[in-house]
């Protein structure tokens, strides 16, 4: 459970260390990968929790996922509307959703075992 | 709590790194200054001041195609003619077949005398960097420029013909070689030129460059040769000459 954390601190320490900056017109193509990242990310979490993970269906998710937001976002941008905001609200309604599961759960768990998590 | 297998943990951790990598960078690239303008308050003056010359120079070229656009609609029928040789006259005086007068500044180049001493070979002076050197006059200011008494015009032909360096067919063999430049505010483009970096170049090429203070009647000769233009003719005359 912690290693997952411990590589997400690693990838941050990683991008902050290198000083990779790109350029700004692909910054929203990165935001909204990024986003899909997350969104990945804690989805499986959540799905790890209801013991429904799948690595095949994470790890595809994951690329699958930041692909479709940066060509959704491209298209955006050749079609001049802002379709990248239709992956913004989708992901981060997943967001919210996947993180209010997760938070239930560990909820319900402390609460059935509390002398075991504390 | 199920446990994950050793290989999902570690496929969850690699996707977490990639997407803290991500993370970091898209902070990092929003973070990041925006081109930081970082002229001093001099040097944001100066560009001010370039900025209101600029406009107030464009402000009289308009009033000056205004006046003109005035003269074309009252004067139509009384002095159409008068209004078109007051056009040809500016359109010659703009293409440098008029003698002009004023105040300027005179560029006189010669053989480095220590060169000389030294024995170093000299070569006449470059096609290219007398070219600089126009460009770099035109681009401070100058109205009109002669070389030798060559009037510089926009179809004025500065090579090397032989290894002689020639302007419209004149040698520009005997030195010292005089360039007059005048200009509007003489002193502004005396200013600019004393600290050019063209005359090092010139340096390098053994020649030394002396740029005098603004002389205030400095006459700069009309372009000698006859004006050859290709391509291009008279359009055939309206017979019935609307306008």
């Known amino acids: ?118 | 709590m199920n446990r994950m297998n050793k290989q999902t943990k570690w496929g969850v951790t690699v996707i977490s790194v990639i997407a803290g990598f991500m993370l970091a960078v898209q902070f990092q690239t929003m973070r990041s200054p925006k081109l930081k303008d970082n002229r001093d308050a001099w040097e944001l003056r100066s560009s001010i001041l370039d900025e209101q010359q600029k406009q107030s120079k464009i402000l009289a070229e308009t009033t000056r195609l205004e006046h003109q656009l005035e003269n074309y609609d009252v004067k139509q029928n009384t002095g159409k003619e008068q209004a078109l040789k007051q056009t040809l006259a500016e359109l010659k005086r703009e293409a440098g077949l008029t003698e002009t007068a004023g105040g300027g500044i005179l560029i006189r180049i010669s053989p480095l005398k220590e060169a000389e001493l030294l024995g170093e070979d000299f070569h006449s002076i470059s096609p290219d960097l007398l070219r600089r050197l126009i460009n770099e006059l035109n681009m401070y200011g100058a109205d009109s420029i002669s070389i030798n008494g060559q009037r510089v015009i926009n179809n004025t032909v500065i090579r090397d013909i032989n290894g002689e360096p020639k302007i419209d067919g004149y040698s520009l063999k005997n030195y010292p070689i005089e360039i007059k430049a005048d200009a509007e505010d003489a002193q502004s483009l005396y200013d600019r030129m004393k600290v050019s970096e063209i005359i090092e170049q010139f340096f390098v090429d053994n020649l030394n460059v002396e740029i005098s203070s603004p002389i205030k009647n400095l006459v700069i000769p009309a372009y000698k040769n006859k004006l050859e233009i290709d391509g291009m003719e008279p359009s055939e005359q309206d017979e019935k000459g609307d306008s």
């Open chain 1, 1 to 118: 459970m912690w290693l997952p954390i411990f590589g997400l601190i690693v990838g941050v320490f990683l991008g902050l260390m290198t000083d990779i900056r790109i350029p700004a017109e692909y910054s929203n193509y990165l935001s909204i990968a990024v986003l899909a990242a997350l969104d990945t990310l804690i989805g499986g979490m959540r799905a790890y929790l209801q013991n429904l993970y799948d690595e095949r269906v994470f790890v595809s998710g994951f690329f699958f996922n930041i692909i479709l937001a940066a060509s959704l976002a491209f298209l955006g941008v050749h079609l001049g509307v802002d379709l990248y905001l239709a992956a913004v609200f989708a992901f981060g309604v997943r967001l919210f959703q996947n993180i209010a599961v997760i938070r239930r759960i560990l909820l319900a768990k402390w609460s059935k075992s509390p002398e075991k998590s504390l």
